[in-house]
């Protein structure tokens, strides 16, 4: 009798944690700022790429293939270690299955692992910090900063209120959440007068758990490192990506086409359109093909490498010819379409960013000032979305190397207050490997003397 109610005690038991597991993760999108996005409710400060999307309001590609590629300042700074690096990060997302097939519950709720001599040498993970880099170009803005902000604010009698929204959302229920990757969130605001400023700021209710866990956020700190994406990142993917989100869409860029037919597809019944018929053939030529039309998420993330030939200073051309579905009066149409890509959809790059305070940036990317909001072809002008992401993208990291900080009174590199490199790229994972450094041809033995003092 007590085993069997032992049995069922822990049935139940699981059944409920296996619940709970489902209401505890939350996902963010990224789109260009809206109207009320301003620097007042710190939306447009600290280098934030763009603003939180609501739901229906999302930002995706639409292209197949995503092209890439490195141009001279990475492979001078990064050499062939960095590539190797940025071909890894890129690879975790090109091993992702069909976002139709995708199972959320089957990745970590944490991914995030530490070097204990890499931290030790200040080292920030390159390929960890590309994979935020990517996911953030991707469509999806830093999850732990956006479970709680700002939509408005004003004054009565010198007295500040303020109204409070969410912009997360459950990756299986879409409803607006509290959590990300099992951490709960509560907020706190913060106001000041000079300057004027608001903001609600997130605050782990357990202060035990860990603050960032997602792979959107890169919250990295020296020596850490991703081993993967987690759950609550595979989850927004999958709701951007997945075949039966349809949204009204230009064309991708820089398309020309050849023959389109009509008839149902395959790959569209699950949980999209159903009762797709058609016989009808459709003849186009080079300039004429179907442009604005509802068109489903890919489906998949496929990368592809663009070469540059050091010859003719140009990157060597790459085309792509595809099959895309549409859909039109309750119909699946295809169309053969060709894209001839001379230019990387996303650039990566290595320059002198510079300082920012007293602090150096990170890196640098392209803003999402430039993708195109589509809330007009979809029937509502209201909206701040949906819309597309359009290359080219440039991620840019910086290589403005070791500084130190002098003032009145300490003006040497003795009295420095920064005696060190606040951070070093390098590259490092669990194994017992040394850390490789960049730039490339450091010495980790030359670092270790210079952050230790002999």
């Known amino acids: 009798m007590n085993f069997m109610y032992r049995r069922l005690l822990n049935l139940g038991l699981c059944l409920f944690l296996t619940a709970q597991a489902w209401q505890v993760s939350a996902f963010s999108m990224l789109g260009p700022f809206a109207d009320w996005m301003d620097e ?73 692992r530490m070097n204990y001599r890499a931290g030790a040498l200040l080292l920030l ?16 803005a830093p999850a732990e900063r ?20 969410k912009r997360n959302f459950d990756p299986e229920t879409w409803q607006p959440s509290s959590y990300v990757n ?10 000041s007068d000079t300057p004027h400023q608001a903001d609600a700021i997130e605050i782990p209710v357990d202060p035990l758990k860990p603050a960032y866990t997602s792979v959107s956020r890169s919250a990295l700190d020296h020596g850490e490192y991703f081993i993967g994406l987690t759950r609550d990142d595979i989850g927004a993917l999958r709701y951007l990506y997945r075949p039966n ?23 569209f019944p699950i949980g999209g359109i159903t009762n797709a018929v058609g016989t009808n053939v459709v003849s186009t030529n080079a ?20 070469e540059y030939d050091s010859m003719v200073g140009e990157f060597i051309p790459y085309t792509n010819t595809f099959t895309e579905a549409y859909i039109s009066n309750n119909v699946v149409y295809y169309q053969e379409l060709e894209r001839v890509i001379n230019e990387p959809d996303i650039l990566f790059s290595a320059a002198d960013l510079g300082i920012s305070g007293i602090f150096p940036f990170l890196a640098e990317r392209t803003s999402t000032e430039d993708w195109s909001n589509n809330d007009g072809i979809n029937g509502n002008e209201a909206l701040d979305g949906p819309g597309t992401i359009q290359p080219p993208v440039s991620i840019t990291f910086n290589k403005v190397g070791p500084w130190y900080y002098n003032g009145p009174g300490f003006r040497t590199e003795e009295t420095a207050i920064v005696g060190m490199p606040w951070f070093v790229w390098g590259s490092f994972d669990g194994s ?18 210079q952050i230790r003092g002999y």
Not at 87 to 92: I, L
Not at 182 to 191: A, D, E, N, Q, S
Not at 287 to 306: C, E, H, S, W
Request: glycine share 8%.
């Open 40 to 112: 007042v409710k710190q939306y447009q400060v600290g280098g934030t790429l763009g603003g939180p999307m609501n739901l229906g309001e999302e930002y995706r590609w639409n292209l197949p293939i995503i092209t890439y590629a490195y141009d001279e300042s990475f492979l001078n700074y990064f050499g062939s270690n960095g590539v190797a690096e940025i071909e890894e990060a890129v690879q975790v997302f090109k091993d992702l299955p069909q976002m139709s097939e995708i199972d959320i519950n089957k990745y970590p709720m944490r991914s995030k």
């Open 125 to 140: 993970d390159l390929k960890s910090y590309a994979m935020g880099l990517i996911i953030e170009e991707l469509g999806l």
């Open 146 to 165: 956006w479970v709680w902000c700002l939509r408005e604010e004003w004054h009565e009698d010198n007295i500040p209120y303020f109204i409070t929204i």
């Open 182 to 191: 099992g951490v709960l969130y509560t907020y706190r605001i913060y106001h």
């Open 245 to 267: 989100n349809f949204n009204m869409e230009n064309a991708p860029p820089q398309i020309t086409s050849g023959n389109a037919n009509v008839g149902s597809g395959a790959w």
């Open 287 to 306: 300039t004429n093909y179907i442009d604005v039309a509802l068109r489903p998420g890919m489906n998949t993330l496929k990368f592809q490498r663009l």
């Open 432 to 449: 017992t490997n040394p850390p490789v450094v960049y730039p490339s041809g450091t010495s980790i033995k030359d670092l270790e003397r």
